[in-house]
């Protein structure tokens, strides 16, 4: 159930059934020579709504903008500060808790996040001090759960890389056959090293690629990877739910 | 072009030839028992990329979570403060800013935008004093378009309302045929009046519309105007980065 | 009934009648060659003062400094930020607030208020949720009352302009005789456009005027708007107390 | 001169001679029995205009609301929380900085301002580290000038006070003859003590007065401190402008 | 008792005792020749040390970090914003409230902290209105006692200055006589003067210290200062939670 | 060399040699039932004095509260909000860039503050765009180093836990060893738990560790972790600045 595509009165009739929500969240940043500026987006909304095709759980628009700075020195990539980042999330945790919800689900697509949402789950839960009845939120990053983590290193090995990685633009490519990209890459995988600034990552990784070899990525792998998290995560999900 | 199915490379090429960029900002919150919570956001997204399939233009993702506190009494609506959608704003046209990007096209879909947004704007200049290069910022709210509104005169007359009107649910099924609902309203045509906050809103609109009638919302005038506002808009987006 | 000219016993006793409130608002910006940096603020204070001479209303001090950004290539202008401003707004209506006022009539002299003022008011609502003793707000803007236009397009058709317009020009003489201006201003009618940040203000409207022929102002014009400002004003002010 | 009664161009004249302004900052906040909510603005307001009408100097619209948190427990106390009235000062003299004003005497009637206005002063050096041509800031405490505490000594003694002073409330009369008050107060010189919030102002303060008898004040005594203020601070102010 | 090296048991049975506490504070920044860069922070905290000797006093850690902004011409000086430290601050009794804190004595050791700390705690005193509970917060600047102001005078006369002064660079000697430093200084006393941004300072003051010769501290003063403020601010600190 | 005992002149002469700072990070809050509050805060001072004492190595002075919300519902903790924590943060690395200082070595001692932190990186990175002298900020968590990890894995199994750690707690009394604690722990070994907010942490662990036995913790303990950190940390620190 996609809450773009549904009406109050049929909110009101879910949170008769449930008060958890999935909110996808993920970036607007450049994925090396064939990966989707809108990857990390992608993923996680691909995803959300496989899970909420299968089972009765409510999707809300995903967060197409996330904390991006050491993307920035590739053209198309856009970043929210870490502290506007927070306000969004905050702000969206707050709106729904008006309504009776009480789980948050946050479905990510993108490790740049992590930071700024952890930081804001603290404002949130500052906010409610012993309050027994204050929020649960959780920030469930689809690729490190350990099945796909699995899944990606029995086909792609190393080659899977730590960004514009093989398991996101397939899955990414599964999500929008219609825009997979070929590209030539050189060196095949990508080098690793650790990173500072946007100008000191560019410099380092000149094609956006950390460590992958993302022309590996075809649809059916995609598929296989969107399968896989769909299950996963939904269990992960139930788990939350049901255990806080 | 949709900046999200791009990659970086296609970007620095498109800059080549252009400056431009649209952004899609919409919200999310509740349009009465037959229209969607996400109406507000699938109405510039679906125009944007209509006009983006006619011509050379770039589309960046949009922004779903608009400032809607006058919704938040009914179940569903989400909300960003006023001054966390400024942040949005102004981070997203400061990220853009740094790759060149020249004019920015923000295709609004709701009104509630309308004050924070054009605040955000204000900072943005405020930053560039006399500076020769500032940004250009326009807010497009594809419903107040002449065309666009003498359109919804000519098929509703009055029933078209100001909230969950007949035009933007009709155009909102035509982006989503699979999602077009049907439901009793009772008065036919809902009343107007001023409003103040979201207690208020609730007392004076129970069902969430305001002076209209969306009930006679169907897909083939969604199409209608979904044409008119591509063609109407496009013009318009190029008198704004012609004469700005 | 002047507050700042008042004891606070008698706003206590004040209280006890009306938990009503006016609040001037206002900017210091350019007006053109022969307009007062001061008109905005001037215009709605006198107004005010007007209203509360004939009836028992109580006028706060005017909040002199605006949202003025796009006036500040001309010597002179002052302008908060949108997020100051609307922390001005907020911090004096949650002080009156205390004392047990509900109903803030920000009786307003400038168009570029209206964004970061009407923002304020939803951060206020947002925070009462559905309290139902949320305080009701209202920008009412003297310029924009149909009779005031409707006096204005008779007594100087196209020439009155959108900013330094004559009647704000001629509403500040009234108010203060001791300092009109003669200039020389060429063309007679300021051009009209579209306009962005201060730097292209200035350079569509070199002597700062838009659309306006301000060297028509007198003060015998500037009675008659204090007259109908003063009376249609009092009708909106007893409106919006009686009905929210 | 005053900037709110002058053009653009007579201050752009007026910055070829002097890159000089005062800024009178005030409060609206009880003062005892018998003194005007406005006192706090209305003597610096006062005072600058006499300074004004002897010299050529500039005077800038008054901010009128302060920051008087301590006062909030009685009737018509309007206070700006100290970041708010901060943000207020930092934009106000960045402002006139862009015009060309290198020298700010914020003229002040308020002691409660006294800690944001000197931290707002701090943010402002903050933003121009080791810059030769960074603005000069001064807070001018009209009441704690030398020669006015002397003359207030010598008039009243003990009597004088903290809060709702006689030479405060004689000089609001001498600015306003018209709303000069008259109450019972008991005792008659008020108690001193050291205070916290504004519900331990008012418990130790009942009627708002800290050791002072303002029943003393009146028009006479206001224009005494008149002449003195207007002729002790221009010097000042022309000690700041010389040797900063 | 020092809460760092306290269980959170011992301050459980602490807060059955006493809800006051003692929280110093300091900065980091240049004391002139033979000054140590922690001067501010090792005063305050050596005193607070010596309190909780003797009595049953809880001391929690020193907040190390100042409002310095003028001192940043210097190497090794380091400022937080007042914004920021405002933020500090706020946070800090906010957190200690919840276990049931009522007084908060800050023992400050730097002039510059004066502003934004007392603006915080306007604003902590802002949150509680009414509230009869509301903390009780007191800034305690040493140097200023007047006790300690007497010993100084009697031993350094003028020389004891206004910055980098004699007493409190022979208070930090005693606490770390390890770290004694010897300078020549020209001239022998050093110029004071009023100032502006930290380039100012830095030009007025070129050796760092304002009206002082530190030259002339040792650690037998030290020994003097430090037993004389540990018996008076133990007085003032009785004092402070008795009565309010 | 620790800054708060040096001069300026020092600090002026140290920036010939070294333009890298170590700035210990850590927390005040509990620890378990013989963990002290200020663990956090004193592992990283310690370890850094070490390293400072072998090597010429500048050492800031510690900021002891950090973002501990979780640990809210046990007497004595404090915390930053994590936007304050990251002002913190953004503010001292930007006073000592003004200095010279470009190697930003924050030496931790607490998780918690692991994700303000991070984003305060992304905030000052964000500053600097491809500016190729931007600062080089690294967040050292000590217990996370390997040669440490596997030392307490050897030492303790999984006894070590993950609050209030043997590790931790042993360090903290080697620093400390006049404030060891002893006290009954039942069970010897506490639970492990995914947790919320600070109410969710005490029900799930009443006594504050978590899956930890800091009963185990000896000064002799101790002594071989800072031992082994000292050593480590600083390969750590010399590979940060050489690389970077
Ligand atoms: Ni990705
Ligand atoms: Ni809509
Ligand atoms: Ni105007
Ligand atoms: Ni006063
Ligand atoms: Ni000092
Ligand atoms: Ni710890």
């Given at each position: 159930m996609l809450l773009a595509l549904s009406t109050w009165q049929e909110i009101e009739a879910y949170l008769e059934r449930s008060t958890a929500i999935i909110i996808p969240i993920g970036s607007t940043e450049q994925h090396g020579?064939?990966?989707?500026?809108?990857t990390d987006s992608i993923c996680p909304t691909h995803i959300a709504a496989g899970m909420a095709e299968k089972e009765d759980m409510l999707v809300a628009p995903t967060?197409?903008?996330?904390?991006?700075q050491h993307h920035?020195?590739?053209?198309?990539s856009a970043t929210l500060s870490p502290s506007t980042l927070m306000a969004v999330v905050i702000d969206i945790v707050g709106s729904f808790r008006q309504h009776g919800f009480t789980h948050f689900y946050?479905?990510?697509?993108?490790?740049?996040n992590i930071a700024p949402v952890t930081s804001a789950f603290s404002e949130i839960y500052a906010g409610h001090g012993?309050?027994?009845?204050s929020p649960r939120c959780r920030l469930a990053n689809w690729w490190r759960d350990s099945a796909i983590a699995a899944l990606a290193k029995e086909l792609y090995?190393?080659?899977?890389?730590?960004?514009?990685t093989v398991s996101e633009v397939a899955l990414s490519y599964h999500a929008h056959p219609e825009a997979v990209k070929h590209a030539e890459m050189e060196p095949a995988v990508a080098p690793t090293d650790e990173f500072y600034d946007a100008a000191d990552f560019r410099r380092k990784f000149p094609d956006g690629r950390?460590?992958?070899?993302?022309?590996?990525?075809?649809v059916a792998d995609g598929e296989r990877f969107y399968q896989l998290a769909v299950e996963t995560l939904t269990k992960d999900f139930h788990a939350f739910v049901a255990n806080s």
């Open positions: 020579p064939n990966g989707l500026i809108g967060i197409s903008y996330g904390m991006s920035m020195a590739f053209a198309g946050f479905l990510n697509g993108h490790g740049g012993n309050d027994k009845t090995g190393n080659a899977e890389g730590y960004h514009a950390i460590g992958s070899s993302p022309q590996l990525a075809t």
